[in-house]
């Protein structure tokens, strides 16, 4: 098969960053032709004003593609994520020349301003089902009311128009949460499906969980990410003789780095061997987001690396964590600080981790994910649609 990919790189690369590059890597060893056609942002203020401006519809962009896609003779065009410089105008122009097209929907950005569904400290439903004015009044993107005027328009022109129901075959979503919110903002059920993300195997461990000291947190060192819960947490929690390892950056590092009385260790970015090498020496993965994330991806590597994870009860992380993980109550550091706790016990600890690993193997390995991907290429060429 021919797989054309479409996808607009953030700035800082992230975890939809990471599933494009897995999923090419993973189809063509499958002996698949994939051709990616990647956009950036751009940096300047000019050009990203410019930019921004055509976020609703970007025709230009949207063409691009469609010249990118005739040539490659494309047999499905997955597109992943379109802000800004793409916009939805690319599944109209794709649809309208006959190509099928999939889209993977990796956040909330049909529903929310800021695609987080998070405002003020917590989890925000306010525009859920309706549209998103509210998110301009509350200034959600980047705290700049007319940036957030055009992501709001964004949304509503494509609502509006039906772009989501008449011009993409398939919606992929990542969790049945993702999929529940599109539900209530007006996507058909009929063009969703559930498709956990993958990751590569990092390896069988040397040794159990249990004989790590090392808890680990990776990730944005942000607000909605928990960072200061976590900190305030792990200094209420009783663990002897664990430390806690931060790998990440963000603008919470320098908190981060002044805990290291309490046995705080803050890393900053490290590349991504290093990360697995933790991993695999580590006792435990915590997660302690504030807002409804998707499907991170630091959360499989954990649990492909056989490690117990610790996750908030809200949104979908409970679900996909399974029998590995160990749940707290979203945004009370109370109850977070229970949790760590409970990686005092080993035989907890060694029995969470290997039904992590059991289910990363059952659920995101890349060969389920290969297969499982190409069945929806199949039935968006054939035109059909999950029910």
């Known amino acids: 098969m021919r797989i054309l990919q479409v996808h607009t790189r953030y700035r800082q690369a992230g975890g939809e960053d990471m ?51 005739r040539r490659f003779r494309a047999d499905v065009v997955h597109v992943h994520n379109t802000w800004f410089a793409l ?75 039906h772009t989501w129901d008449r011009d993409v075959d398939l919606l992929i979503v990542l969790t049945r949460f993702a999929a529940g919110i599109l539900a209530r903002s007006g996507i058909p059920e009929s063009r969703m499906v559930v498709k956990p993300n993958v990751v590569r ?3 069988l461990r040397l040794a159990p969980p249990s004989a790590g000291q090392s808890v680990l947190y990776v990730g944005r060192l942000t607000e909605e990410k928990g960072t200061l819960d976590l900190i305030d947490a792990w200094g209420r929690a009783e663990h002897s003789g664990l430390s ?37 020496g580590a006792r435990a993965l915590v997660l302690p987001s504030r807002w409804f994330e998707g499907m991170p991806m630091v959360l499989l590597e954990a649990m492909a690396a056989g490690l117990p994870v610790i ?28 949790a760590l706790a409970l990686l005092e016990d080993d ?26 991907l190409l069945e929806i290429y199949e039935r968006a060429v054939g035109g059909e649609r999950f029910g």
């Open 19 to 69: 599933v494009v590059d897995t999923e090419r890597d993973m189809l063509e060893e499958a002996g698949h032709t994939i051709e990616t056609r990647v956009l950036h942002n751009p940096s300047g203020v000019g050009a990203t004003v410019a930019s921004l401006a055509m976020a609703p519809w970007n025709r230009a962009s949207a063409d691009a593609v469609l010249d990118t896609a």
């Open 87 to 161: 916009s939805p105008s690319v599944f109209p122009t794709l649809k309208g020349a006959g190509f099928p097209v999939v889209a993977t929907i990796h956040n909330y950005r049909l529903s929310c301003v800021n695609a987080l569904l998070y405002r003020d400290g917590g989890p925000c439903l306010d525009c859920v089902g309706r549209l998103p004015w509210r998110g301009v009044a509350h200034r959600c993107y980047r705290g700049s009311a007319t940036q957030s005027s055009v992501v709001a328009v964004t949304i509503a022109t494509h609502r509006l128009r």
């Open 201 to 203: 195997d990092p390896g």
């Open 244 to 280: 806690l390892t931060v790998i990440g950056d963000g603008p919470m590092l320098n908190d981060v780095k002044a805990a290291a009385s309490l046995g705080v260790r803050a890393l900053g970015r490290v590349p991504s061997a290093e990360v697995r090498r933790h991993m695999l």
């Open 311 to 338: 996750v908030p009860e809200h949104g979908d992380l409970a679900e996909i964590a399974g029998a590995g993980g160990i749940r707290f109550l979203a945004c009370d550091v109370g109850s977070l600080a229970s």
């Open 347 to 372: 035989e907890l600890v060694d029995s969470r981790g290997g039904s992590s690993r059991d289910l990363y193997v059952d659920r995101h390995q890349p060969a389920v994910g290969v297969t499982r």
